[in-house]
């Protein structure tokens, strides 16, 4: 069964760090892009961040400089590393998988900034 | 401010075709592909439409998208109770070098 499970989420203050993990099975991990999308509660989705399948990465103005994603294709994995976290990046972070398009998704795993 | 916009609602009966609008740029949707997302509540969003018009396997003729200059559709005929839910329309920008999501239609099958 192709799958992505999502985990490492939970409640982190202001200013702090978190660091997302993402399982993937059921499909040849290392030849697909892989990407991060988020969504606030109740509000639309927001791409997050991408690195294709020669590890290059791409990130959108809001997180650049403070969010770094990277891949173990040994392991299967995906992370996503969350630094000076703030309220505006509480969400639902989801990990999804595919070249044209988010083809494949996870069930998300929830972040919360707050103190 | 999302930078593809989409109607913040739209609905239909059982069996009635409805249409929801992606408007765009010529950085994204003049350039670049469009991808339609569908998300059922309490779920995760799924693929419904990728390559403008292509459907994954799985997803049902009803669904069809289609492009125009700056401007992509997502028609859903024979609309159907669990079709109510969230739908996105995305695209790469070459401006922003980076994915962008629609605001997002919520469908209400009345």
């Known amino acids: 069964e192709v799958q992505l499970v999502e985990s490492g989420g939970g409640l982190v203050q202001p200013g702090g760090s978190l660091r997302l993990s993402c399982a993937a099975s059921?499909?040849?991990?290392?030849?697909?892009?892989m990407h991060w999308v988020r969504q606030p509660t109740g509000r639309g989705l927001e791409w997050v961040s991408t690195?294709?399948?020669?590890?290059?990465?791409y990130y959108p103005g809001s997180v650049k400089g403070r969010f770094t994603i990277s891949r173990e294709n040994a392991k299967n994995s995906l992370y996503l590393q969350m630094n000076s976290l703030g309220a505006g990046d509480t969400a639902v972070y989801y990990c999804?998988?595919?070249?044209?398009?988010?083809?494949?998704w996870g069930q998300g795993t929830m972040v919360t900034v707050s103190s | 401010q999302s930078v593809l916009t989409q109607p913040p609602s739209a609905s239909g009966t059982p069996g009635q075709r409805v249409t929801i609008s992606c408007s765009g740029s010529?950085?994204?949707?003049?350039?670049?592909?469009v991808n339609w997302y569908q998300q059922l509540p309490g779920t995760a969003p799924k693929l419904l439409i990728y390559?403008?018009?292509q459907r994954p396997s799985g997803v049902p003729d009803r669904f069809s998208g289609s492009k125009s200059g700056t401007s992509a559709s997502l028609a859903i005929s024979g609309l159907q109770s669990e079709d109510e839910g969230d739908y996105y329309c995305?695209?790469?920008?070459?401006?922003?070098?980076?994915?962008?999501f629609g605001g997002g239609t919520k469908l209400t099958v009345l």
């Open positions: 999804a998988a595919g070249a044209d398009a988010f083809h494949i």
């Open positions: 059921g499909f040849s991990f290392s030849h697909y892009d």
């Open positions: 690195i294709d399948t020669a590890g290059d990465t």
């Open positions: 010529s950085s994204n949707i003049g350039s670049n592909t």
């Open positions: 390559s403008d018009n």
């Open positions: 995305a695209a790469w920008d070459d401006s922003l070098n980076g994915v962008v």
